[in-house]
């Protein structure tokens, strides 16, 4: 079976910076485009950062110049690097594949940032 697992997040102050990361287990991990969502009360989830098996990268225009995303095929991890984090990127951050062959949604891991 799949597995996805998210862990990093937490309650932080506005301008301040927060790593997330997402094991993935049950797949082989280096075939897969891989990407970060998120999901604030009241609003769809949406996809904030994608990583492609190629080593291609995309950024929603929200996220732009603020975070970064990696991975680790050998230890099958992603991660998402927050920097000059804003209220507005309060949310439930989850990691999936960005397009055809998504998988089921983990937990997700709560990201708070206070003004």
């Known amino acids: 079976q799949v597995q996805l697992v998210e862990s990093g997040g937490g309650l932080v102050q506005a301008g301040g910076s927060l790593r997330l990361s997402c094991t993935a287990s049950g797949i082989i991990f280096s075939i897969y485009d891989m990407g970060w969502y998120r999901q604030a009360p009241g609003k769809q989830r949406e996809l904030v950062a994608a990583?492609?098996?190629?080593?291609?990268?995309n950024y929603a225009d929200s996220v732009k110049g603020r975070f970064t995303i990696s991975r680790d095929n050998a230890k099958k991890m992603l991660y998402l690097q927050m920097n000059g984090l804003e209220v507005e990127d309060t949310a439930v951050y989850y990691c999936?594949?960005?397009?055809?062959?998504?998988?089921?949604w983990g937990q997700g891991t709560q990201v708070t940032v206070s003004s």
């Open positions: 999936n594949v960005p397009g055809y062959g998504r998988l089921s």
């Open positions: 990583f492609t098996n190629g080593g291609r990268t």
